[in-house]
Structures are given as structure tokens and as C-alpha cells.
């Protein structure tokens, strides 16, 4: 059974920084394409990043330069750096996993974590 556990949200000020963790259980991450996304209060979820099998990664307009995802395919776990956190960043944020290409289209994913709150105030 594929598990997917979200950690590392919290509360923070604009400018501020936040690492979010993704461990999975149930799937080898080195198999997997992984993606990030966020969903605020009333608006749809939206993608905010993908990480394919070579290294290969895509951004949301409004990430890049600001967030990173990476993997760390032995631990089986999957991060989000997020830098200079903006109060539009306010969102429940979600991992989700693939077994094929890398998009941040919701839609496409099989398998979703539960979540990690990130709340930037001004």
C-alpha cells in the first residue's frame, strides 16, 4: 500500500523559509516521478513542482526561483525548499506520486499525501 506522509509546514513570516518533507512507503522513489502542490482556502489545487526519474524538474511560474524540489531516493523521501515565503504562499501543501512523466497537472497522480499546513503572514 502506497503511503505518502507530508511534514515540515508551519507558521512563518513573509521572506521567511520553509523545508517540506515528503517520506513515502509502498513505492521506490527511484521509479517514481513526485510532485508537489498546494491548495489555499476556496481556489482549486494548483502544481507547484515536478521531479522526474533524471533529474529532470519543472516549476510553477510563481516557484520558480524562490522554491527547489529535490529527492533523496534512498531515504525515499522528497523535499520542497521554499525561500522568501510570500502570504499568497498561504496553502495546505500536498506530495503526490506517478509512475510516469513529470507535470504539474493534479490530475495525472495517482497517489496523494494528506498534507502540511504552511502559513505566511505579513
Known amino acids: 500500500q502506497v503511503q505518502l506522509v507530508e511534514s515540515g509546514g508551519g507558521s512563518v513570516q513573509a521572506g521567511g523559509s520553509l523545508r517540506l518533507s515528503c517520506a513515502a512507503s509502498?513505492?521506490?522513489?527511484?521509479?517514481?516521478?513526485m510532485g508537489w502542490f498546494r491548495q489555499a482556502p476556496g481556489k482549486e489545487r494548483e502544481g507547484v513542482a515536478c521531479?522526474?526519474?533524471?533529474?529532470?524538474?519543472i516549476y510553477a511560474n510563481f516557484a520558480k526561483g524562490r522554491f527547489t524540489i529535490s529527492r533523496d531516493n534512498a531515504e525515499n523521501t522528497l523535499y520542497l525548499q521554499m525561500n522568501t515565503l510570500k502570504p499568497e504562499d498561504t496553502a495546505m501543501y500536498y506530495c503526490?506520486?506517478?509512475?510516469?512523466?513529470?507535470?504539474?497537472?493534479?490530475?495525472?497522480?495517482?497517489?496523494w499525501g494528506q498534507g502540511t499546513q504552511v502559513t505566511v503572514s505579513s
Open positions: 521531479s522526474a526519474l533524471d533529474g529532470t524538474t
Open positions: 503526490a506520486a506517478k509512475n510516469w512523466g513529470c507535470t504539474i497537472l493534479a490530475r495525472y497522480y495517482n497517489y
Open positions: 509502498g513505492l521506490s522513489l527511484s521509479d517514481t516521478y
